[in-house]
């Protein structure tokens, strides 16, 4: 499986951008597809996960910013990020996990960075 993120750029406090990432390869149609950002000197964390079924976890800090949505026929996960802060500032990383009986298996995308000027 491959990820192929993009999107990220230079945006102003206040200004919007949306990143995309399409996974390749053999894919279980039962899966979770999320978006997880890294700022430096600090651990990657969950920004945002959909499920294949449509259930969503946002972390609290991107919530009422940051929406979440998928395509599950072009097996591509979007991020539209409003109202961006320069706190958001990191280098973005899309995933898809899923499981088959014990096992889980995690993929991820290259990253793609977003920085936010204040």
């Known amino acids: 499986v491959q990820l192929q993120a993009s999107g990220g750029g230079l945006v102003q406090a206040g200004g919007s951008l949306r990143l995309s990432c399409a996974a390749s390869g053999t894919i279980f149609s039962i899966n979770v597809m999320g978006w997880y950002r890294q700022a430096p000197a600090k651990q990657r964390e969950l920004v945002a996960a959909l499920t294949s079924g449509g259930s969503t976890n946002y972390a609290d800090s991107v919530k009422g910013r940051f929406t979440i949505s998928r395509d599950n026929g072009k097996n591509t996960v979007y991020l539209q990020m409003n109202s961006l802060k320069p706190e958001d500032t990191a280098v973005y990383y899309c995933?898809?996990?899923?499981?088959?009986?014990?096992?889980?298996?995690?993929?991820w995308g290259q990253g793609t960075q977003v920085t936010v000027s204040s």
């Open positions: 995933n898809i996990n899923y499981k088959s009986g014990i096992l889980r298996y995690d993929y």
